[in-house]
């Protein structure tokens, strides 16, 4: 039996380096205290509902509400990062615009559009993992890194909801085919809206740097010099981050920029 695929999978294969790395940094630097936000919306969804505020019981009423909410959201990330990209010229920018296009794309054409969707986040995910001096920006700060976690958390669960897996738990639970969750089409769109307004305040959490080059600054987060030996020790200090591990590489920017 050839074992040297479970070898390089324990010794450090792209998918047992990747979740390392993310469970770390959920140790680290995830603020978890973020977790109770669409917690607290949900049951405020669910009250007002259930309440009938504004005809909210009526999902007709409330989904024509969140469907103009939530593309004014993602308008907003997508202006927030095209101004910062102009001013700080920090390519961080230049993918979370992209990021924005994707997604403000996906939701003016429908779900339709849903393989787009993902074929973009996995080519940025691609990008960012094999330049991640490019995302620096981005990777240094907790709050922003912790926001887009928490939109993956808002847009993972609003899927589960419109997919009907939920329900699907509820029937194995209440062994009851006809239980349906209470208000699951307002809570599904409250928290679409949701993950665009952690997609925004990502955009500006991000520190707002001196103004210089991405290159200046990676030149200064690897303590290059100028000269020869500066061009010398840049080109080995690359190599050697190009080949660091994740959790090496990802999750030090901020301590060695600051």
């Known amino acids: ?3 040297r695929p479970l070898q390089a999978f324990q010794n450090g294969g792209a998918v047992h380096r990747f979740g390392t790395s993310l469970l770390a940094w959920a140790r680290r630097d995830f603020i978890w205290g973020l ?3 669409p917690l607290l919306l949900v049951l405020l969804i669910y009250w007002l509902s259930e309440a009938n505020f504004q005809g909210w019981q009526d999902s ?3 989904k024509p509400l969140m469907e103009i909410l939530h593309p004014g959201l993602l308008s907003g990330f997508l202006v927030v990062s095209l101004v910062r990209l102009l ?6 920018f230049a993918l979370l615009a992209v990021l924005a296009a994707f997604v403000l794309g996906r939701e003016i054409m429908g779900q339709g559009s849903s393989f787009i969707l993902f074929a973009g986040l996995i080519l940025l995910f691609a990008y960012g993992n094999k330049h991640p001096d490019r995302i620096a920006s981005l990777l240094g700060s907790r709050w922003a890194t912790s ?3 928490m939109c993956f958390v808002c847009y993972l669960t609003s899927q589960l909801l419109d997919r009907g897996v939920v329900k699907r738990i509820g029937w194995l639970i209440f062994w009851d085919t006809s239980w349906q969750p209470p208000h699951a089409s307002n809570l599904e769109e409250a928290l679409e809206s949701l993950g665009g307004l952690f997609l925004l305040l990502m955009a500006l959490a991000i520190p707002w740097l001196p103004r210089r080059s991405v290159a200046e ?3 200064t987060f690897m303590g ?8 010398h020790r840049e080109t080995t200090n690359l190599r050697m ?3 660091a591990k994740p959790d090496e590489r990802y999750f030090q920017i901020q301590s060695r920029t600051d």
């Open 87 to 92: 001013i700080s010229r920090d390519r961080t």
């Open 241 to 243: 981050f190009n080949h």
């Open 147 to 149: 926001f887009l976690a």
């Open 35 to 37: 977790m109770i936000v």
């Open 60 to 62: 007709d009423v409330f």
């Open 217 to 219: 600054r990676y030149r």
């Open 1 to 3: 039996m050839d074992t």
């Open 224 to 231: 290059i010099a100028d000269g020869p030996l500066g061009r």
